[in-house]
């Protein structure tokens, strides 16, 4: 570590300890520890990202000597994990990119959502709260207890009528997959997803929110990310078709199951580069995609364990001026 960034990890840990918090060995998700602490007020070591919560670059670009901020809801929520005994989100579909093993062929996770059980129950409570009340900032997690948040797999289709919010805080959830209604969120400026680890991409609609800015994300639990990628799951399967959405990722066109056409594409979403999921009704809708963003696989591609991919660590210089997608 830089002697700069080394002061400014002190500095940051001194703060934090003022207000509270414990240090120790911080474990990569799905690892445990005695001592835990949150993942998101250590500096990288190497120096080399930043999670900046303004409007900053965040940890998908090389910018030097930054380092990782943490908000209050961020330690309100640790502190309601720690002491209700409901661990962090832990996933092990991109451990074998920590010890350079080899990678088994990846799928989606397959989990259910229960729409039964009182944690979706009280999700959907909060959606129509927020939707009464036109809020702007929705942060589920922070209103339910720990124990019924970690019962949310994935979000409620009403979540298009959340017009209204700027921002969406998503910190330490134990989502799988986001419903393509997000991309119906207009007014989304701020999208935080934060130590969901078990969330490895996104869908291709969140490329509709024109007004997103801002985003978090934690890199090592995305599929082909910068610093170890990893593969991406095997697209055009059983197991890749089982959630489709009822239209075109492009064209909104009705989706029939038997002519859907998937690929995955890495593209520039707010500030970070996110993998997308597309669910194309043609050929046609495929070749309307954008070019994926420089540094990340140079083409709409179906996934594998054996697709090439640019070097481990290659980030291109951050591009003149912020565009949404690209």
């Known amino acids: 570590m830089c002697q700069a960034g080394r002061c400014l990890f002190f500095v940051e840990r001194f703060a934090l300890s003022r207000a509270g918090f414990c240090f120790g060995h911080v474990p990569r998700p799905g690892r445990e520890t005695k001592n835990p602490a949150p993942v998101h007020v250590i500096l990288d070591s ?14 998908n670009e090389s910018i030097a000597k930054k380092t990782f901020a943490a ?8 502190r309601a994990s720690q002491s209700s005994g409901i661990a962090l989100p832990a996933c092990k579909c ?12 990846l799928k989606l996770h397959a989990e259910v959502q229960d729409t039964n059980n009182e944690g979706w129950k009280a999700l959907e409570c909060l959606i129509s709260d927020a939707i009464s009340k036109g809020a702007e900032v929705f942060a589920p ?3 339910m207890p720990p124990e019924l948040w970690s019962q949310i797999g994935t979000l409620p289709p009403s979540i298009a009528r959340l017009t209204s919010v700027r921002k969406l805080y998503l910190y330490g959830s134990h989502l799988v997959r986001l419903p393509v209604e997000v991309g119906d969120m207009v007014n989304l400026e701020e999208l935080d997803l934060y130590t969901s680890y078990r969330l490895h991409w996104l869908p291709y609609e969140v490329t509709r929110c024109d007004k997103l800015k801002r985003s978090r994300v934690s890199t090592r639990a995305l599929y082909g990310n910068y610093k170890y990628r990893p ?3 095997k697209l055009g399967t059983e197991d890749s078709k089982a959630n489709l959405p009822a239209q075109c990722s492009v ?6 199951p038997e002519a859907v056409q998937q690929v995955w594409i890495s593209l520039r979403i707010a500030t970070d580069v ?16 954008p070019p994926p963003t420089v540094g990340y ?10 697709l090439a991919q640019p070097p481990v660590g290659f980030v291109p210089p951050r591009p003149e001026g912020r565009k949404t997608i690209g």
């Open 46 to 59: 190497v120096c080399s990202d930043r999670h900046d919560l303004g409007m900053g670059p965040s940890d």
């Open 231 to 233: 593969p991406f799951p």
């Open 141 to 143: 997690g922070l209103e």
């Open 94 to 105: 991109l451990e074998p990119q920590y010890g350079n093993k080899r990678f088994p062929q």
């Open 274 to 289: 996110l993998p997308l999921l597309v669910n194309a009704c043609s050929d046609g809708c495929i070749m309307q995609l």
């Open 251 to 256: 064209c909104r066109q009705p989706l029939r």
């Open 297 to 306: 696989i140079d083409h709409p591609h179906t996934g594998g364990v054996g």
């Open 71 to 78: 908000q209050a809801a961020d330690l309100q929520m640790w």
